[in-house]
């Protein structure tokens, strides 16, 4: 498995019936206990995540960034509400300092924490994203 393939560690396991409404299908990538621990320790180093046009439409909509470069964070946090919004995830912050998703739902986060030992996987972050509006 390549880190080119998706911008999303996590596999998603939720069908379209499952996700809240108006929430979008999230990026697909197997889970893989070693493939995140490659990625916590950095040996692999995944793109960042691809902005959807309604999070870019959203931008353009905010009338405090006319004329501004959006902060990161805040592209961020559109696009982790887009993809993810209304679920639990886990993510991990590279140290080019964008955001990966490195398990969603409680099942993959489950295995992320047993079986990812504590010094690889201290970074991680829970995240629960607002549903996307």
Known sequence: MRPEDSQSLAQT?????????????????EF???????????????????VPPEVEECVKREPLLRNKKPPRWLIELWCLMFY?????????????????????????????????????NRHVCIEFPEPWR
């Not at 409404?21 to 999230?26: D, L, M, Q, V, Y």
């Not at 893989?32 to 691809?50: A, C, F, G, H, N």
């Not at 639990?88 to 955001?99: C, E, L, P, S, V």
């Open 13 to 29: 396991t939720t069908d379209q019936a499952d996700l809240p409404e108006g929430a979008a299908s999230p990026p697909v990538r």
């Open 32 to 50: 893989s206990i070693q493939y995140v621990r490659d990625v916590l320790t950095e040996k692999i180093i995944p793109e960042p995540m691809v």
């Open 84 to 120: 993810y919004g209304g679920n639990i995830i886990a993510t991990f912050k590279t140290k080019a300092g964008h955001k990966v998703v490195v398990a969603a739902g409680e099942v993959e986060i489950k295995a992320l924490l047993q079986d990812v030992p504590y010094e690889e």
